[in-house]
């Protein structure tokens, strides 16, 4: 077997982020170096210990879990209670975690990784708000160009906003951070809404991780009939989009995945539009493509690839 390819996972756990995380941790082609937890969907004190929560149901207590910054770079945290429940992670009852939160600061771990890793071989998957990687790249601008890559779920262009008319959460919730790194030159892959809200369970799919047998099945099951409800209620459609999970889908196989290489702003002003990924996918602005923006998903393929990992669990 190959090498496997080094991964830090940047998060804010989130039901959907769970289901990434148990897709990396149970997937042999990855070695999760560590998992920087970062406010969003919940407080930090919540992502924090949903991240080491989830990695013990992976049976992975071993799995070094820093806490990040605990909001924005500049504005005030935004967070998403009403989709993922007030714990984050409602849906399934796991038990309070026994593994420790590791003693450094996300940014810290960042920094000092990515200096010590060879450069070009660790990836970052970002899951959550770009806080904590934009905090690291302010703050020690010689890391990037050392990572292989970023590939992020975040944004939204054809398929609009999910927070507001015009931003994905991500992206809205500290849209300078966003800005940061979509301009730090850092090859990157983009995950919008574009292409996660074609990534939607159905019952066969939810009833299929449910008939593993397993904590680990039953939990994604759980998680995932919690996550619908949000978007069935809002979009008036059966299934629950799986954002997070086409970050390590893509990393696994890639060609899962279809878009076009283009350039991404981030609105950081516009009084309706603050956090929008401006996507120039006509290439009119004459501005370098900066980003891989996806849109197109082989939905039975990536389903195929979760079930068959979290069986593994
Ligand atoms: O807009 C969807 C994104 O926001 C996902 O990452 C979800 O977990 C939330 O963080
Ligand atoms: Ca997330």
Not at 111 to 122: M, N
Not at 195 to 222: C, N, P, Y
């Amino acid at each position: 077997m190959t090498t496997p390819r080094k991964i830090i996972i940047d998060t804010d756990p989130g039901q959907d982020d769970a289901v990434a995380i148990l897709l990396a941790l149970a997937s042999p082609e990855l070695e999760v170096l560590g998992i920087t937890a970062v406010a969003g969907n919940v407080p930090l004190s919540l992502t924090q210990r949903n991240a080491r929560m989830i990695c013990e149901l992976a049976g992975r207590g071993d799995v070094r879990v820093f806490a990040g910054c605990d909001g924005p770079m500049v504005r005030r945290l935004i967070t998403a209670e009403h989709v993922h429940g007030k714990s984050g992670l409602d849906g399934a009852d796991l038990p309070e975690p026994e593994m420790p939160l590791a003693d450094r600061h996300a940014v810290d771990f960042l920094i000092d990784t990515l200096r010590a890793e060879t450069p070009g071989t660790v990836t970052l998957c970002v899951l959550g708000p770009l806080t904590n990687i934009a905090t690291a790249f302010t703050r020690a601008p010689d890391i990037a160009s050392r990572l292989e890559g970023i590939v992020l779920m975040g944004g939204a262009y054809f398929e609009v906003g999910n927070i507001t008319p015009a931003a994905e959460f991500n992206i809205h919730v500290d849209p300078e951070a966003a800005e940061i790194v979509f301009r730090a030159g850092v090859p990157l892959v983009v995950m919008p809404l574009d292409v996660t809200h074609k990534a939607l369970t159905d019952r066969s799919k939810v009833e299929a991780f449910r008939a593993m047998g397993t904590k680990a099945g039953a939990a994604v099951a759980g998680w995932t009939d919690f996550f619908e409800r949000y978007d069935k209620q809002k979009y008036g459609q059966e299934g629950a989009p799986l954002h997070d999970p086409c970050v390590i889908a893509y990393l696994l196989q890639p060609g899962l995945f279809t878009g076009r290489h283009v350039n991404v702003e981030i609105e950081t002003r516009g009084e309706y539009t603050l956090g929008m990924t401006v996507a120039d996918w006509w290439g009119v602005s004459g501005r370098p493509a900066n980003a891989m923006f996806m849109g197109g998903i082989d939905r039975e393929g990536f389903f195929a690839l979760l079930t068959d990992r979290i069986g593994r669990l």
